[in-house]
């Protein structure tokens, strides 16, 4: 009997079986051979599930990205306050660093592809810093220019995933 098997599931798999080749090789060096033995499968089974090198990169990047923002969504909401979810998103930084910084290495990449390709991710984008957003509680707030404190903390979370890894004292 046939082994039956869910398409979108294994699919999903294969995208964070990648996630690690693409963040810790980046995406000029990660060849379809390298992230099939890293997912533990050929390059044609890649081949099946994804049109190219940059569909796949582009799977990864998305899905690395929902998730993520499903993440820091459950973990602003349990919180009360400014303070409180600053700690739960501290706390969250704490435990997911590795996570955090090959996601930070992803959007390094993203970076360098063409502006058609960045504008594509802008609702992704803009997901991020409405999350970011609701971590100030803006009656706690009484200057104008709010939503500089989303670029700020913003940077100072990147910051700290890159200086954590620098020195991880």
Request: glycine share 6%; net charge negative; hydrophobic share 40%.
């Amino acid at each position: 009997m046939p082994k039956v098997v869910d398409h979108a599931e294994y699919r999903e798999e294969l995208i964070w079986s990648c996630f690690a080749t693409f963040a810790d090789h980046g995406f000029s060096r990660s060849t379809m051979k390298l992230l099939a033995a890293g997912a533990g499968v050929t390059a044609g089974t890649l081949y099946h599930y994804f049109e190219d090198k940059m569909k796949l990169f582009e799977s990864v990047v998305i899905t690395v990205a929902e998730a993520d923002l499903e993440a820091l969504e459950r973990v602003v909401a349990r919180a009360q306050g400014t303070s409180a979810k600053l700690k739960e998103m501290g706390d969250y930084l704490d435990r997911n660093e590795v996570y955090l910084a090959r996601q930070n290495r992803i959007w390094c990449e993203v970076l360098q592809m063409d502006d058609n390709y960045k504008l594509s991710l802008r609702d992704l984008y803009e997901r991020y810093r409405s999350v970011l957003r609701s971590v100030f509680d803006v009656s706690e707030i009484s200057f104008p220019g709010r939503g500089h404190l989303t670029f700020l903390l913003a940077s100072l979370t990147h910051g700290l995933i890159f200086h954590h890894q620098y020195d991880p004292g």
